[in-house]
């Protein structure tokens, strides 16, 4: 008897932003975090400011994260964003905005392109630019760890005013520690009810050997509940035309 194939199960994973759903109390918890990242880290004359989203563990929501919080920072006057894709085993940041992956990151990392090509305009979006992933290497580790990372941040600091870079959950590989050198800051995102404390302070103490400097903890798809409270607010602030 022949046996039928199981077909894979195509994934229903969206890739939303609060730009295509507009919730109020995430776009307002966004710009808090946007103050607060402005506001901890000094700024320097001709560089950039550098900020880190990672996690300890996959599925946290840091890519979501990462970009939303990009958008936020793009939506100010006169403040020009590059969003990089740093997860050079399970890209996904392009997928957010409709862009193509086949150059990027990994590209510019190996020498096989410019700067200017590796770099992708974001539509609906004036002030904000993503560097994808590019072709997902079989040595990461090694490109993230080379001396062509200096280069990069050389040329960021030339042409953008704040740099925001996904990276991979510290707990499942090395990634995202070579490049915290580079960067001002480093946030995690963890998942409420999720992640447990354990592994959370494991990537925290890998983070601190490498000499990060952690900026907070971002809680990521929090109990409704919580905001209950809140709801009046939403409600107020919105206006006549958007009831």
């Not at 320097?44 to 989203?53: D, H, L, T």
């Not at 510019?108 to 539509?123: H, K, M, S, W, Y």
């Not at 042409?159 to 800051?185: E, K, R, Y």
Request: aromatic fraction near 8%; include cysteine.
């Amino acid at each position: 008897m022949f046996k039928l194939k199981k077909t894979a199960k195509k994934s229903t994973r969206t890739f939303n932003t609060i730009l295509k759903n507009p919730v109020f109390r995430v776009v307002e918890a966004y710009k808090t975090l946007r103050t607060n990242m402005l506001f901890s880290v000094p700024a320097v004359e001709g560089r950039s400011k550098r900020f880190m989203f990672t996690s300890a563990n996959p599925s946290e929501g840091k890519s979501t994260t990462s970009a939303n919080t990009a958008i936020t920072f793009a939506q100010q006057t006169d403040v020009k964003v590059l969003l990089i894709d740093a997860d050079l085993r399970k890209a996904t940041l392009h997928k957010y905005f409709g862009l193509s992956a086949k150059k990027g990151l990994s590209n510019f990392l190996a020498g096989q392109d410019t700067f200017e090509n590796c770099i992708q305009r974001v539509p609906d979006i004036e002030n904000l630019y993503l560097m994808a992933s590019g072709v997902l290497p079989p040595n990461p580790s090694e490109l993230l760890a080379g001396k062509q990372m200096e280069v990069l941040f050389e040329e960021l600091d030339k042409s953008f005013d704040v740099v925001i870079i996904d990276t991979p959950p510290i707990n499942v590989v090395a990634d995202a520690l070579s490049i915290s050198p580079f960067v001002d800051g480093v946030t995690m995102v963890a998942t409420d009810n999720k992640t447990t404390y354990n592994e959370l302070q494991d990537a925290v103490k890998a983070l601190k050997v490498a000499d990060a400097r952690i900026l907070g903890v971002v809680l990521n798809k929090a109990r409704t509940s919580n905001y209950k409270t809140r709801q009046k607010y939403s409600n107020y602030y919105r206006s006549d035309d958007d009831k």
